[in-house]
């Protein structure tokens, strides 16, 4: 999904960019690391700001990252990047901003909401205000239920179907004309726009990369909570998260683009890596149920073949291929966005990768793939 950038909501305050965090060996230590790989001796939280080490004692090899910060900044194999992190064992050791880019710009996440939105159902479960995934989608706007019934296929989807991107319905992102760009310029309605659309297929028969599905869920938010999804995000996962600045491209309804109109700081992209890194638990708080992040990012959709490095699709998040070099029983899953913008989480090495950009090709947008697999795994000490 698309989101212009003019429609980004971008502060102006400049703060000079921070760059591979060089923090003396002391400091690691005050921070309770032990070990030559700096392991961690007790679990580290980013407060108002981020606990920082270097990539060196947490376990990762500075040349390789080192490497890679310059090649993003010559901008030849890796162009129009905007901004790298990467957080290990709950330390910061790498954050790069690119051109104009400083830490204080919100930066839109394009289809990286799609994850945020996938949360937030987890949320809704938990506090009762949806019954399940298996919960019919035309339950969840009864003055339309009798005239969507009539096609059995439209009776049948449920929150699963558009969780996995399978409803079955024609809605694809292919060209100016296609649905969702026709959604895109629709001021009001979307609800009923993605209610209109035709059923083609069995639901959960058929994967079609599908943001009116996602865009769907947050009129199904506000159906159930009162609450628009913004605001439902504001209160059950941004709050416990200490996530102070957001903004939601919205309709006139109010409705926020859940497929893909949210913006953040990067570092708070990161927190919400560290969230689902650590099963859904900030600190002593359980803000997104275990289970939930548990399911949410299993793969409920195999790519036969695979798509790269890619493998397969789960609730909103993609599923990668695991470190080639480790131990291979670990899942690589990912928040991806036009335009490169990414949250890899990497469990087996305890790691969140954030990565904003402004790409134009998609060959380009998914660089940042590419280097995950290149640069960011292999400098992992074994």
């Known amino acids: 999904m698309s989101i212009p950038f003019s429609l980004v909501a971008l502060t102006t305050l400049h ?128 003055q339309w239920r009798d005239e969507l019934a009539q096609d059995p296929r439209w009776a049948a989807v449920c929150l699963q179907d558009l969780l996995t991107m399978r409803s079955g319905t024609d809605y694809h992102e292919r060209g100016q004309d296609s649905p969702h760009f026709q959604l895109n310029r629709t001021p009001r309605g979307w609800d009923r726009f993605y209610l209109d659309r035709p059923m083609v297929r069995d639901p959960g028969t058929y994967w079609q990369y599908d943001s009116g599905a996602v865009i769907l869920m947050s009129a199904m938010l506000k159906r159930r909570s009162e609450l628009h999804a913004d605001a439902y995000a504001d209160r059950y996962l941004f709050a416990p998260l200490g996530i102070e600045r957001s903004f939601w491209y919205r309709n006139r309804e109010g409705h ?9 700081l990067p570092r708070d992209m990161a927190r919400f890596g560290l969230l689902y890194l650590r099963r859904g638990r900030w600190r002593d708080q359980q803000v997104v149920p275990a289970e939930w992040v548990e399911e949410s990012t299993r793969q409920q959709v195999a790519f036969e073949p695979p798509r790269g490095h890619s493998t397969g699709y789960a609730y909103l998040w993609w599923i990668l291929e695991p470190d080639p070099d480790g131990e291979g029983k670990e899942r690589i899953y990912a928040a991806m966005g036009f335009r490169a913008q990414y949250i890899f989480v990497v469990p087996e090495h305890d790691m969140v990768v954030v990565v904003t950009g402004g790409t134009q090709s998609g060959r380009d947008q998914r660089r940042p793939i590419e280097f995950l697999y290149s640069h960011i795994l292999p400098a992992v000490r074994r």
């Open 15 to 142: 703060i000079r960019p921070f760059h591979l965090v060089l923090v003396a060996a002391l400091a690691g230590t005050l921070a309770g690391l032990t070990g030559p790989a700096g392991a961690a001796a007790q679990e580290v939280w980013p407060d108002d700001d981020w606990p920082r080490s270097t990539p060196e004692a947490q376990g990762l090899d500075p040349e390789q990252l080192n490497e890679l910060v310059a090649l993003i900044r010559e901008g030849e194999r890796f162009p129009d990047l905007h901004g790298l992190l990467i957080v290990r064992n709950g330390h910061l050791v790498v954050e790069e901003y690119f051109g104009s880019w400083n830490p204080e710009l919100l930066h839109t996440l394009q289809s990286v909401s799609k994850s945020f939105t996938s949360a937030l159902i987890g949320i809704a479960i938990a506090e009762g205000h949806v019954e399940s995934v298996d919960e019919r989608v035309i339950d969840f706007f009864p």
């Open 256 to 264: 926020p683009h859940t497929g893909g109109g949210l913006s953040l």
